[in-house]
């Protein structure tokens, strides 16, 4: 079982699930043909995004006085925006807190240039990458104790990022479950065996 609140107004968007927009009864399918424009023009407007926030990125770097390689993509259906370089460690701040400022900031001037919300994903140093791996052991761990004990296994308050890679580890196992509790900034995940 996975989070789905909806996020408040004061939430910044929420990073557990993607949101998948079903078609209204009365609205015909596109067809396959109709859909290849309309999926590209989807692609370019988050390439588009993710230009805007690499380069109110890119500014922030020069006025900290920082140097760092910027890619800015669309994966996994969201644009992307990559810092890559030696001195970043200050960006990322302890836990990934830095980083998930950076990123709000940065979620901010997408809306401000394109006036919708935007589910930007910043990484700063493959910090992202790395504690995606941590996360999976930490919820592989989780998922064992469950399993040996027969009890559910409360985790320690978790990023909106951080709680989304433990779901989506404990929710390829069978016979548990995941599902967040708590309100930020001390949202938890909670494992717990099915049935």
Do not use: W
Request: charged content about 30%; overall charge negative; proline content about 6%.
């Amino acid at each position: 079982m996975t989070d789905t609140s909806i996020p408040r107004a004061e939430q910044p968007l929420d990073d557990e699930e993607p949101t998948a927009a079903a078609p209204a009864v009365d609205e015909p399918e596109e067809t396959d043909a109709a859909a290849a424009p309309s999926k590209a023009a989807a692609e370019g407007d988050l390439f588009r995004q993710s230009e805007i926030a690499a380069d109110y990125v890119e500014g922030l770097l020069d006025i900290l006085d920082y140097d760092g390689d910027i890619d800015e993509l669309v994966s996994g259906g969201r644009p992307v925006v990559e810092v890559v370089g030696g001195r970043l460690q200050n960006l990322v701040g302890q836990r990934g807190a830095t980083l998930e400022a950076l990123q709000e900031l940065a979620r901010l001037a997408v809306f401000r240039q394109t006036g919708a919300p935007s589910r930007l994903l910043l990484d700063v140093g493959g910090y992202r990458a790395n504690r995606r791996k941590e996360l999976a052991a930490v919820a592989r761990n989780a998922v064992e104790k469950v399993k040996e004990h027969g009890e559910s296994v409360r985790l320690e308050p978790m990023s909106a990022f951080e709680r989304k890679c433990v779901h989506d580890v404990v929710n390829a196992i069978d016979g548990v479950e995941s599902e967040s509790e708590g309100v930020e900034p001390s949202r938890r995940i909670v494992v717990r065996p099915v049935g």
